[in-house]
């Protein structure tokens, strides 16, 4: 049976993910740092007739990143970066020691799990990686859209040097998703509109979708496809104006 290793997995599209590979037959290794909501995941997709194993880890932190690098390493079919956070306010209003935490969870825990879990799927000649990313990296405004950047970047670069390997790595860019994860970084999301809005369940079933296809890049959703792909063609210092703009708009 393939196995699936599931970061930030508790909530939100790892939450979609980790429902989405049990009904798929996929045995899991579930990560978060909450142990309660990580048994509670785990008892919930046991009844799908899958194994479940939890691995309480704080991303944040070396000793995290350690135990998740070594689990990752040990074998897995699947894996996918996706713990993360934001935070509301300008780059000068952040706490230095909150911008720090945000690179180690979404640039250095992303490139050791991924550098950790490609040695046994290359030897194996399968296997993927799925890194969590966001239609921010797309439009630079804070360390936050600078961090997702770069896991689009490292990706393709990465997947790069191991699809002729048989391995597949594919960056995920979700836009606006109905998840926690802007309840828990404090910003107001009611001026965001409704057509704006996709649900975790599609996010994730579109981006297997994109992975079985080859793709590198995966922007779920019509919209956001034609949002990224004008981003693009804009000169950079202007998509910077506008989304720095259109970002005060949802800050708290």
């Not at 040990?74 to 996706?82: F, P, T, Y």
């Not at 405004?141 to 490292?154: D, I, L, P």
């Not at 597949?168 to 994860?181: I, N």
Request: charged residues 20%; hydrophobic residues 45%.
């Amino acid at each position: 049976m393939p196995s699936a290793l599931i970061t930030g997995a508790t909530a939100g599209i790892g939450a979609a993910y980790a429902r989405r590979l049990a009904a798929d037959g996929f045995d899991l290794v579930l990560v978060a740092r909450d142990e309660k909501r990580l048994a509670e995941a785990a008892g919930r997709l046991r009844s799908k007739r899958v194994s479940v194993e939890v691995l309480p880890a704080d991303l944040a932190t070396d000793e995290g990143i350690s135990a998740v690098e070594a689990r990752a390493g040990a074998g897995v079919d699947l894996v996918v970066n996706n713990a993360g956070f934001g935070h509301p306010g300008a780059f000068l209003q952040v706490p230095v020691a909150d911008e720090l935490a945000m690179l180690k969870v979404h640039v250095e825990a992303v490139l050791r799990i991924t550098r950790a879990a490609l040695p046994p799927m290359v030897e194996h000649g399968r296997g993927a990686i799925i890194n969590v990313a966001s239609v921010a990296a797309f439009f630079p405004r804070g360390t936050y859209s600078a961090t997702k950047a770069w896991v689009v970047n490292f990706s393709e670069s990465v997947a790069q040097d191991v699809n002729a390997e048989g391995v597949r790595v594919m960056a995920l860019c979700p836009g606006f998703t109905h998840t926690e994860f802007h309840r828990r970084a404090g910003m107001n999301t009611s001026n965001i509109p409704g057509f704006l809005w996709l649900s975790a369940d599609r996010v994730v079933n579109e981006s297997l979708r994109d992975l079985a296809r080859g793709l590198r890049v995966s922007v779920p959703g019509t919209r956001y496809k034609v949002l990224v792909g004008a981003g693009r063609l804009i000169p950079r210092n202007l998509a910077g104006r506008l989304s720095s703009r259109a970002g005060r708009r949802f800050d708290k």
